[in-house]
Each structure stands twice: as C-alpha cells, then as structure tokens.
C-alpha cells in the first residue's frame, strides 16, 4: 500500500515561510494562523531553522505540542544567540506518539524518514544527552551549585 495516497489532503508548501503541511483544501496557501497573519501583514518571508515553533512543519509543531520538542538553548538567559531546539526523549518515543496523533486525525503514517527529515528541516537537534547544549547546560548548573554552597 502507498501510505502517502492514503493521507488526506495532499502536501503544501507555506507561501509565508516556506514549511511543508498538508490541508485537503485546495485553497490553502499557509501552514498556519500566524503565517497567515503574517503574509496578511506583509511582512517578510521568514522560515528555516531560524523561524521557531511558529513556523515549524506539522511534524515538528505537533511533537512541540506533546512536549517532545523544546528548547535547549541559549542555557543563560543573558545570552541572545538563536534559541536552539531538540527532542526532549528518544526518538522511539516521539515517532510512536506522533503516529498515534496522526492516526487519531485519520493523517495518515508517518515514516520514520519522514520524522527524521521533518525535525531536520526544522532545525531541531536529536536527542543526544552530550550536546553541547547539554554539556553548558551541566556546566551552568554546577556554577549554580558552587554559588549555593558559597552563599551558606
Ligand atoms: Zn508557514
């Protein structure tokens, strides 16, 4: 069987930012209400990596919603570099709780390649506990604790 024939709605390309959704219908230009809002508003094309949770794919918006996605970086709130996301659990969990959503809204199966391809288009890391975010991550918290037995 070709489970993509099997999906409702076909594949779309977001006029504002450039993510890739399914609608089954066949006037839909944008992958959501801010992109929407946005193209409404004439402001620029933003999208890739860079664009965030608001102009993720289905993919990577629904495992942000499940709480599967979420933002690891920057780790002090003082530094303004790009905030930077990952999978929050491995990627077994995610892929079988985003089938399950998208079985539950009759979308469709969702291939392992496919998941794979999403996150990686969205710019979202894998889980991995020695990122570097990670490791600055252990490093800001062992500051903290430094601090804490200073203060006593
Ligand atoms: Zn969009």
């Known amino acids: 069987m070709n489970t993509t024939a099997a999906r409702k709605g076909r594949e779309r390309t977001c006029n504002q930012c450039g993510a890739v959704y399914r609608s089954i219908r066949n006037t839909s230009r944008f992958c959501s209400s801010p992109c929407r809002k946005r193209a409404g508003r004439g402001s620029a094309p933003v999208g890739g990596p860079k664009a965030g949770p608001e102009c993720w794919g ?5 495992l942000h919603r499940a709480g599967y996605v979420g933002r690891v970086g920057p780790v002090s709130r003082r530094d303004t570099s790009a905030p930077t996301y990952a999978l929050l659990v491995d ?17 469709g199966l969702v291939s392992r390649e496919e998941f794979s391809a999403a996150l990686k288009a969205d710019g979202i890391h ?3 506990t020695r990122s570097p975010e990670t490791l600055e991550l252990n490093r800001f918290r062992a500051r903290q604790r430094g601090r804490m037995a200073r203060a006593d």
């Open 58 to 62: 289905v993919i990577a918006k629904a």
């Open 91 to 107: 990627p077994e969990t995610a892929h079988a709780e985003l089938v399950h959503q998208f079985d539950r809204r009759g979308w």
């Open 126 to 128: 894998g889980f991995n």
